[in-house]
């Protein structure tokens, strides 16, 4: 007889660093633009807040509205609240994907139904990404936990030949090898790591 298996990744390393760099965001930036080129960082804080309800249900296999609503379904309304909810749901967030049934059988995230695995690596890829531009946008540090990041290069990497990633990440920007893993992982994002506000 076999024990439980662990969860693939712990994303509340990540989840926290997220919250933290939210926490220090002043009003006067959320007008401010991001390497997202439709999001503000208002907009931005608002996408996160709803992917972390949307993986949160996902890893829960709670499916429904929160995790049929495509990406693509306009931009995100900043809650009034979303100082103290955003740290709330990505708590919640990290919470749902440390249960080991996270990862296994079929959910749905964005409308699109996915091996539980792969959700994961989306939402951990969503993580990494995020956080850089939500760091990058406000002037701040960031250095995301290294086995997110690991798995977030991993995954994009992997998605480089899929014919559909353009209309999720946009272009590939060569970075050269040689650089560090958060750009090469930044670039293939469809970012530059150069951007600046």
Known sequence: MTGPTRPTLDLGPQ????ARLAGVVRDGQLADPT??????????????????????DAGRKHL??????SPDAGLPVLEPDWRTRLPAVLGELAGAWRDPAAWSGTTRAGGADLPGA????????????HGWDLARATGQDYAPDPAALQACHAFLTESVDDPGRDDIFGPVVDVPESAPLLDRAVGLSGRDPAWRP
Request: overall charge negative; aromatic content about 4%; charged content about 15%.
């Open 118 to 129: 792969v959700a994961g690596l989306v939402a951990v890829d969503e993580l990494v990404i």
């Open 15 to 18: 989840t926290a660093l997220v």
């Open 35 to 56: 390497p997202c080129p439709k999001y503000t960082v208002g907009d931005l804080l608002a996408h996160l807040s709803k992917l972390a309800v949307a993986f949160r």
């Open 64 to 69: 429904g509205v929160t995790t049929d609503t």
